[in-house]
């Protein structure tokens, strides 16, 4: 007598039936397909072994079941992604969730060489120079009104030019008399210090630092006999050919201060009312 052969599962015999070997080991298609054959994940029967299986990640699919979420379409030869547990075609996903591009208006494709800035996108290709029509790719750029400048462009056409150098201002600055300036470029006309986030005043169309101004053109004050800037002093008073500051306008002999009270000249001295009477 020949040996038996036998399904290893149910053992009955698989003379003259189809079978499936596992790991060398006969078994007959209904224990086949209990044991071994995969669950579709959409419409949860089991994948026979005649039947044509698709599988994604840890997920398999009958062909028929392989289809897009929202559309219903085979998936089978379509490019396709996953949204949390379902399948999405390459279309439904961009029309759904994919930018489009605030140049050409067409959708932003996931994978394709993009750009954002201020909350728009753009395909890398239609990032364009306002000025040379280039591409401007993942090269810097510089917007201005809406517009976006490669940094030749912006620097020879659009940039304002320094008022000291002539070369072009492309970021910070300063302004003074409707005129612009590198924070480099603006120094004090007498000691050449900068002057840019420092008090500064002029005369007439030069700047000075307040060191420079006080030495050269300030005022002096007859109190205390240093320079009136108007820098941390606050107000002064002027009386014919002489300046205080307003803390040493007071009375020579007392010290009251006369600001905004009456005072009398008497030769060098200016005196409250009560020390004139006294005399």
């Not at 992604?81 to 208006?105: G, H, I, P, Q």
């Not at 986030?197 to 630092?209: A, D, K, L, V």
């Not at 905004?260 to 009312?273: E, V």
């Amino acid at each position: 007598m020949s040996d038996r052969f036998d399904c290893k599962t149910c053992n009955e015999s698989l003379c003259g039936r189809k079978y499936i070997q596992v790991e060398e080991k006969p078994h007959c298609i209904p224990c086949y397909d209990r044991l071994y054959a995969k669950t579709c994940q959409e419409c949860k029967e089991v994948i026979g072994h005649n039947a044509k299986e698709l599988f994604y990640e840890d997920r398999h699919y009958h062909t028929h079941c392989f289809r897009c979420f929202r559309c219903d379409r085979s998936l089978a030869d379509e490019p396709f992604t996953s949204l949390e547990d379902a399948l999405v075609c390459s279309d439904c996903y961009c029309n759904e969730f994919s930018s489009k591009c605030v140049s050409c208006d067409k959708t932003v494709m996931p994978g394709s060489k993009l750009l954002e800035y201020g909350g728009s996108t753009w395909h890398e290709d239609c990032f364009l120079c306002h000025g040379c029509e280039k591409p401007i790719g993942a090269e810097a750029f510089i917007p201005d009104n809406n517009n976006y400048y490669c940094v030749p462009c912006y620097e020879g056409r659009v940039a304002p030019q320094c008022s000291h150098c002539k070369k072009a201002l492309t970021k910070g600055g300063v302004t003074y008399k409707d005129e612009v300036w590198h924070k480099e470029c603006f120094v004090c006309t007498g000691c050449k210090a900068p002057l840019a986030g420092q008090p500064f005043t002029s005369q007439g169309e030069s700047p000075y630092c307040v060191k420079c101004f006080s030495s050269l053109y300030a005022k002096k004050c007859a109190g205390c006999n240093t320079a009136i800037t108007g820098f941390g002093d606050g107000k002064y008073v002027s009386f014919e050919e002489r300046q205080w500051h307003q803390p040493c306008f007071k009375c020579t002999r007392c010290s009251v201060s006369l600001v905004g009270s009456g005072f009398f000249p008497d030769r060098d001295q200016i005196l409250c009312t009560d020390c004139n009477n006294d005399d």
